[in-house]
Nanobody, 121 residues
Framework: VELVESGGGSVQAGGSLSLNCTSAIYTFGYCGAAWYRQAPGKEREAVAAISAYDYRITYSDAVKGRFTISHDLSSNSIALQMNGLNVEDSGVYYC???????????????WGRGTRVTVSS
């Protein structure tokens, strides 16, 4: 199963970027989805998520109030709108979609290959 991210790029601090994730095979649905990022020399961290079953949206403290995650049923995509970007937001952003087995969410994810975001001061 392949998830494909798009929309990364370079932007100056204070600017905005919109990331998108879609799949030709996987359907984003009740097992949730999330955006993660990994900065150089750091571990991958979740920045925004739509939880399984109840679709509750959560954000990391670092991006709360600046980033917005959304799910578009018609295009089968997960988007991440990023505003007020700062240098610390730079990294590779990964899309994740929850796996299911026999209609139950397993807690594991399918992953995209990532899209790079570079924020300059």
């Amino acid at each position: 199963v392949e998830l494909v991210e798009s929309g990364g790029g370079s932007v100056q601090a204070g600017g905005s970027l919109s990331l998108n994730c879609t799949s030709a095979i996987y359907t984003f649905g009740y097992c949730g989805a999330a955006w993660y990022r990994q900065a150089p020399g750091k571990e991958r961290e979740a920045v925004a998520a739509i939880s399984a079953y109840d679709y509750r949206i959560t954000y990391s403290d670092a991006v709360k109030g600046r980033f917005t995650i959304s799910h578009d049923l018609s295009s089968n995509s997960i988007a991440l709108q990023m505003n007020g970007l700062n240098v610390e937001d730079s990294g590779v952003y990964y899309c994740a979609g929850g796996k299911s087995l026999y209609d139950q969410c397993t807690g594991e994810n399918y992953w995209g290959r990532g899209t790079r975001v570079t924020v300059s001061s």
